[in-house]
């Protein structure tokens, strides 16, 4: 190609970043663009499938045969955010099979909260509410991500997100509606999943590495901070409307601005648990790998009855 080609095709994709056109798998892009939204898209793909784990946990132990239906369908809702997020990927030339090799072998990241252990049913209920609240805030912009596919699969995920946050709201709801000592599993639960769903949003903007790249390629379209912020604004009323309290001493409401100004993160914690070391990292890696492997006999059988088919 070219030197003038090859302005041309990178004048062309910048124009169409800055007219919001979409970018789509058979156009041409930067390989940076290209390489960042895999490391992106399929990091998020793992973070739906690991997330899956915690949950999972408590599917033959929900309170209630209403319940167990509710987060059934939940955690198989996160199975297919999963591939469709794998597919997203593969769009952009990734294998997906290298893909799950890098998680298992541990050198692709996934989201840091999925870390931690689920230990009461309090904890499904924090989870919806916040893990998933702080999914939507994070992924409702990226449903005008300026790639295509990954930006139209958010769209259907959004959707279903803001089901799983009001079933997991509910839940924290009927807790602190209670006994005491349910009320005290609901405090509990937000007491042990408040500080890591703030982490989900990523290092603050000063140290993250490829906000400013990705928010001028328009992949990001509000900083980690920004989006932390929204966070706490939308959760700060409803955890006064469910009686309970975030375990923030700092957190205080500004009437000037109408916003939630909150203490510093440990962001030792944070990056201790994104480098492997958190509570439950190595179970969630050893339980993928095995269900992986205990597949296999399911992913022979498709691709011979495909290749039978065609
Ligand atoms: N955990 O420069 P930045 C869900 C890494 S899905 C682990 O700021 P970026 C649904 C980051 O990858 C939850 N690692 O990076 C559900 C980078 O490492 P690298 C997942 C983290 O990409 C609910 C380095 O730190 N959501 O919850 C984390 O611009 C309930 C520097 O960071 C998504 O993936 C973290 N929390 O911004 C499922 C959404 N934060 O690659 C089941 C899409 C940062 O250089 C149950 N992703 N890192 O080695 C994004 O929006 C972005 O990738 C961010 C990070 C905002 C996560």
């Known amino acids: 190609m070219s030197v003038i080609e090859s302005r041309t095709l990178q004048e062309d994709f910048e124009d169409k970043i800055r007219r919001d056109i979409r970018i789509e798998p058979d156009d041409w892009m930067p390989e940076k663009y290209r390489k960042t939204l895999i490391r992106q898209i399929s990091q998020h793909a793992h973070s739906e499938i690991v997330g899956m784990l915690p949950e999972g946990n408590w599917i033959t132990r929900a309170p209630s045969l209403k319940r167990k239906v509710g987060l059934l369908a939940k955690v198989q809702d996160e199975a297919g955010h999963g591939l469709y997020l794998y597919a997203a990927a593969e769009t952009l030339g990734a294998d997906r099979a290298d893909l799950i090799d890098e998680l298992h072998t541990g050198k692709a990241k996934y989201s840091s909260i999925f870390n931690y252990p689920t230990l009461t049913w309090a904890d499904i209920g924090a989870i919806g509410w916040?893990?998933?609240?702080?999914?939507?805030?994070?992924?409702?912009?990226?449903?005008?991500?300026?790639?295509?596919?990954?930006?139209?699969?958010?769209?259907?995920?959004?959707?279903?997100?803001?089901?799983?946050?009001?079933?997991?709201?509910?839940?924290?709801?009927?807790?602190?509606?209670?006994?005491?000592?349910?009320?005290?599993?609901?405090?509990?639960?937000?007491?042990?999943?408040?500080?890591?769903?703030?982490?989900?949003?990523?290092?603050?903007?000063?140290?993250?590495?490829?906000?400013?790249?990705?928010?001028?390629?328009?992949?990001?379209?509000?900083?980690?901070?920004?989006?932390?912020?929204?966070?706490?604004?939308?959760?700060?009323?409803?955890?006064?409307?469910?009686?309970?309290?975030?375990?923030?001493?700092?957190?205080?409401?500004?009437?000037?601005?109408?916003?939630?100004?909150?203490?510093?993160?440990?962001?030792?914690?944070?990056w201790n648990v994104v480098k492997g070391n958190g509570p439950c990292n190595r179970q969630r890696i050893k339980t993928r790998v095995k269900a992986h492997e205990d597949g296999a006999w399911v992913r022979e059988a498709i691709t011979a009855y495909a290749k039978k088919k065609s």
Not at 133 to 155: D, H, T
């Open 130 to 270: 916040l893990v998933d609240g702080a999914a939507i805030k994070n992924q409702v912009p990226l449903c005008r991500c300026s790639y295509g596919p990954y930006g139209r699969a958010m769209v259907r995920v959004c959707k279903e997100e803001s089901f799983h946050q009001r079933q997991g709201f509910l839940i924290m709801k009927a807790l602190c509606d209670g006994t005491a000592e349910q009320k005290a599993m609901a405090q509990d639960a937000l007491n042990r999943w408040w500080w890591p769903a703030l982490m989900m949003f990523g290092p603050n903007d000063s140290a993250s590495t490829h906000s400013a790249q990705s928010m001028a390629w328009k992949i990001k379209r509000f900083s980690n901070d920004d989006l932390r912020q929204k966070f706490v604004d939308m959760i700060a009323p409803q955890a006064d409307i469910l009686g309970i309290t975030i375990p923030d001493p700092e957190l205080k409401y500004h009437e000037d601005t109408g916003h939630y100004s909150f203490g510093e993160i440990d962001w030792e914690e944070f």
